[in-house]
């Protein structure tokens, strides 16, 4: 548990227990500035921890951010190495804060493309907070859905030409197994920020039924009272998974 007993708002319908981000806009911000980009990635440090204490003591379980995709690799090189030094330095200075909130952390993605320095604080990060019970923050780190589907289906059907699984009971249940991390239920809300409508490759299996939610601002400046504006929207929507809210559909048949 958190130091501080997690409290859960209460916003007049459901929470998610999972969110997962898009966290966009770092360079717009740091140019609206007249800064240069990579001081847009260093603010948006400061927002991940804030939105990672206030999901870990509002009781959220699950929070995947999304740091950097397959396709980021084809950004200048001195921006890549930029991101890549900010995320070795976060890894090693966010861990008394993650332990403070009994967050685990867990690396999800092709994490072997990474720098050595970065994977290794990235296995000692984890290894540290394994023990943790509260929330369970996902960092998607050269990541890309894709590349996910693909890489899980190539095992899928190396296993398949062991004898392992048997083709003709193949359905979604073992493909998801395949995937980076399939004990973690799917997002419930899908946040972008930035006011970008699109999902650049990130979690297309698993957020199906996601419920999502594009916040104007740009990553550094969503905050608390940003991320509460999203948990508010989610509390009111409808999520019918292709079938009918019960009372609707008792009308129907009445
Ligand atoms: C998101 O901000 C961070 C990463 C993709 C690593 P951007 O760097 O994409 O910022 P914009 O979208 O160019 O403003
Ligand atoms: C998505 O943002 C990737 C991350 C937030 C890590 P991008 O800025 O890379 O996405 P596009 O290029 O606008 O689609
Ligand atoms: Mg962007």
């Known amino acids: 548990m958190p130091k501080e ?42 927002s ?5 204490t206030e999901c870990a003591r509002m009781g959220v379980k699950s929070l995947t951010l999304y740091a950097f995709s397959v396709e980021n690799w084809k950004r200048p090189s001195v921006e890549v190495r930029y991101l890549m030094r900010l995320l070795r330095r976060y890894l090693i200075d966010e861990r008394d804060t993650l332990m403070d909130n009994d967050v685990r952390l867990l690396g999800i993605g092709r994490l072997d493309d990474l720098p050595e320095g970065a994977l290794r604080e990235l296995r000692r990060t984890e290894a540290i907070t394994a023990g943790n019970r509260g ?47 399939p004990e973690t239920p799917d997002p419930d809300l899908m946040i972008r920020t930035a006011g970008e409508m699109r999902l650049s490759n990130f979690l297309l299996w698993q957020a199906s039924y ?19 504006e999203a948990l508010e929207a989610y509390a009111h929507r409808e999520r019918k998974y292709g079938g009918l809210i019960q009372d609707h559909a008792n009308e129907q048949t009445a």
């Open 5 to 46: 007993a997690v409290q859960r708002p209460d916003l007049g319908g459901p929470f998610p227990d999972h969110i997962a981000i898009i966290m966009d806009g770092n360079g717009r911000w740091a140019q609206e500035r007249n800064m240069r980009r990579v001081f847009g990635h260093r603010e948006g440090i400061a």
């Open 48 to 52: 991940v921890r804030e939105i990672t």
């Open 135 to 181: 929330m369970l923050l996902r960092l998607a780190l050269s990541y890309g859905s894709r590349t996910e589907l693909a890489d899980g289906l190539r095992a899928l059907v190396r296993d398949a030409k062991a004898g392992l699984v048997d083709p003709g009971d193949v359905n979604e249940e073992t493909l998801r197994r395949y995937l980076y991390d």
């Open 210 to 228: 996601s419920e999502l939610f594009v916040a104007n601002v740009c990553w550094p400046e969503f905050r608390k009272p940003q991320l509460m």
